[in-house]
């Protein structure tokens, strides 16, 4: 059975820094691809990154400033790392995989991480 299970999140005063974690198991990250996601409440998902089977990444352009996504073949995990945090961040981040990045449909999800940005 496949399952993603992301941590890292929490509060973080502005310009702050976290490294978010997703840990997979049922599959594995030289087979799938992992995308990280946001959605916060009454917004619509938000892809922010991903990262494919050869290690190629991809970003939203808007984003790509301050999110950084990474992968440990070895640990079945991937990262995102998120810098210089603002109020606007608050939400919660998801991890997904799927065969390709095409974060219109990815096939499994986490179960999600809440980040706060917040004095």
């Known amino acids: 059975q496949v399952h993603l299970v992301e941590s890292g999140g929490g509060l973080v005063q502005p310009g702050g820094s976290l490294r978010l974690s997703c840990v997979a198991s049922?599959?594995?990250?030289?087979?799938?691809?992992i995308g990280w996601f946001r959605q916060a409440p009454g917004k619509e998902r938000e892809g922010i990154a991903c990262?494919?089977?050869?290690?190629?990444?991809h970003y939203a352009e808007s984003l790509r400033v301050r999110f950084t996504i990474s992968k440990d073949n070895a640990k079945n995990a991937a990262y995102l790392h998120a810098n210089n945090l603002t109020p606007g961040d608050t939400a919660i981040y998801y991890c997904?995989?799927?065969?390709?990045?095409?974060?219109?449909?990815?096939?499994?999800w986490g179960q999600g991480t809440q980040v706060t940005v917040s004095s």
């Open positions: 049922g599959l594995s990250l030289d087979a799938y691809s």
């Open positions: 990262i494919s089977t050869t290690g190629m990444t």
């Open positions: 997904a995989a799927d065969d390709l990045c095409r974060p219109e449909r990815m096939a499994y």
